[in-house]
């Protein structure tokens, strides 16, 4: 099921850029990083027959069209990537978030929110919180896998409090824009 969607959702940097923004001031404009899990983990089903990854790209274009140039994508499986158009490639593969979160680290600005959207179960926990406790801004999290997985959920608590960010199930997927656009609020 991998995907590599070359889609444009409005709101994207992608979008921002194409309506005449020059990339150094699109970049310049960006406010929050999502990071999301697309490991193979992400095609089990969410809600109305729809993977968790379908669900997160359905809400993630939400986010962006109602913040057009404010959120920069970033998925994550064995590899990271950037994905500018604002859907993330679905790899399918390992969840190598330690190796996201060196790769995000880049765009660790002063007044940045990050944000990881995972089912919580990383390749190696103790390098994802280690990286964690090196980023100036905060990491939010949001945990997409079955609210009876308790071990997924309290890994990601973890990793928001390294960086004193905060932590929220999505008890829906369908929730997910609205818990980063309430997590931005209250900065």
């Known amino acids: 099921m991998k ?3 070359t889609a444009i959702i409005p709101g994207s940097l992608s979008a921002v850029i194409e309506a005449g923004k020059p990339m150094a001031l699109a970049f310049m404009d960006i406010e929050s990083v999502v990071i999301v899990d697309t490991s193979g ?4 089903h969410a809600r109305g027959g729809k993977s968790r990854y379908d669900v997160a790209c359905e809400e993630l274009s939400n986010l962006q069209a109602n913040n057009p140039g404010k959120i920069l994508l970033i998925s994550f499986s064995t590899n990271a990537q950037l994905c500018l158009g604002g859907v993330p490639f679905y790899e399918g593969g390992s969840t190598n978030l330690d190796g996201a979160l060196r790769f995000a680290k880049q ?8 944000f990881v959207i995972s089912d919580g179960y990383p390749d190696d926990e103790r390098a994802a919180l280690k990286v964690a406790t090196q ?8 945990f997409v896998g079955p609210e009876s997985d308790r071990r997924g959920r309290e ?4 990793l928001a409090e390294k960086s004193g960010g905060k932590t929220v ?5 369908n929730l997910l824009a609205s818990h980063i656009e309430r997590l931005l609020l209250k900065g």
């Open 41 to 44: 983990s992400m095609s089990e």
């Open 107 to 114: 765009y660790d600005l002063p007044g940045m929110t990050f």
């Open 135 to 142: 980023y100036q801004g905060v990491i939010n999290t949001i």
């Open 169 to 173: 199930l999505a008890e829906k997927a």
């Open 155 to 158: 890994f990601l608590a973890c």
């Open 3 to 5: 995907s590599r969607n």
